[in-house]
């Protein structure tokens, strides 16, 4: 952290500050100019709130060098994190694709998908019972249900199963059900849910907030991490920015910037990421040029009977088709689509 003073900062409360940081453990590195007084403070900042420093009159201005967060930084970890979903390895050199349905509806509709998902080349199965939905009027999920449904179908396709959860009344539920549990983009700051989640050892989807920078995305997932659960797993799904033609806007920009900051593994929403069927398969391949660890793509049996998101639900034979150039895709990459 480098502090500025103003040019007529007094000398004693200059000294008194650096006094003060000396105590909290910090050591200084000061240049006094004939104008301009700058002091370096080095150790580790990561708990001290920097902000608070231009509390004082002399301080001018005040520049982070070490980024906020620290268990889910690459410098703590320089080696990609693998995380493990039922016996599927996340973060490695292969390839994850995660589908179904956006929600789960009826025992039918989810032995029909299933089979068809993972014959095409998914490895886990996707499917929200509790839906996070924008109107109260709007199908809000089969709850419970819906959850013992999906884990019961996984169960037998062999399929790991990945939910949303909405509430910390549902972790025990979850626990027991799900190989990994899913935080939406609306709860990604919600700070007691992601504290729970910290004290479990279950991997974690955690979902980029629809307004959140990735400085703020990585302290939601440094959460989890410094709670005592290293099994998370970040998920792009797309930003609100002003262009309306698309659900959202794919920030495909963030795969590196994660992976350069990070060693957690990414995956893409290309569904909720454009919230229209046709761009799922461009999104997807640009996604995994450049550099996504694995999607996760909602797969309808039939998209327009879908009682949420059929517009963005690939029908079963498009997801097949995409597979098999997103295979094409990670090869040229030098990487394995499993
Ligand atoms: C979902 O995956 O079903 C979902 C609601 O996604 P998001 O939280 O990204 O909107
Ligand atoms: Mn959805």
Redesign the pocket.
């Known amino acids: 952290m480098i502090i500025k003073f103003k040019h007529d900062a007094p000398l004693p409360a200059i000294e008194s500050l650096k006094q003060y940081l000396i105590n909290q453990g910090f050591h200084i590195h000061e240049s006094i100019g004939e104008s301009v007084t700058i002091m370096g403070v080095v150790g580790d900042t990561t708990a001290f709130d920097f902000e608070r420093l231009y509390a004082y009159d002399v301080v001018e201005s005040v520049l982070r060098v070490q980024e906020p967060f620290k268990m889910v930084n690459r410098k703590f970890h320089p080696d990609n994190s693998i995380v493990d979903v039922g016996g599927v390895a996340i973060g490695g050199n292969n390839i994850v694709i995660m589908a179904g349905p ?1 929600a789960v509806e009826s025992p039918t509709q989810m032995e029909t998908v299933a089979p068809l998902v993972k014959e095409a080349g998914a490895k886990i199965l996707r499917g ?1 019972a509790f ?2 939905r924008t109107s109260p009027y709007s199908f809000q999920g089969t709850g419970k249900k819906g959850l013992d449904l999906l884990a019961s179908v996984g169960k037998k396709y062999g399929l790991p199963v990945v939910s ?1 959860i909405m509430d910390i009344e549902e972790l025990p539920h979850f626990l027991e059900k799900v190989d990994l549990i ?1 935080v ?3 709860n990604m700051q919600n700070f007691s849910l992601l504290k729970a989640l910290g004290r479990t050892q279950k991997p974690i989807l955690l ?1 980029r907030g629809m307004a959140n920078t990735i400085d703020e995305w990585l302290m939601s997932a440094e959460y989890i991490v410094a709670g005592g659960n290293p099994h998370v797993i970040l998920c792009e ?1 797309g930003i609100r920015t002003f262009e309306t033609s698309t659900r959202n806007t794919l920030d495909i920009s963030a795969i590196p910037v994660l992976k350069k900051l990070s060693h957690l593994p990414v995956v893409v ?1 290309p569904s ?1 990421a454009s919230g229209r069927w046709e761009y799922i398969d461009s999104l997807s391949l640009a996604a995994i040029a450049a550099g996504a660890d694995g999607l996760i793509i909602e797969v309808h049996p039939s998209p327009e009977l879908a009682l949420s998101d059929g517009q963005q639900s690939l029908r079963p034979d498009r997801f097949l088709a995409l597979l098999e150039r997103s295979r094409r895709v990670a090869e040229a990459i030098d990487r394995t689509l499993l």
């Open positions: 956006c929200g839906k996070p949303e899913q939406g983009a609306r979902k799904r929403d909720h």
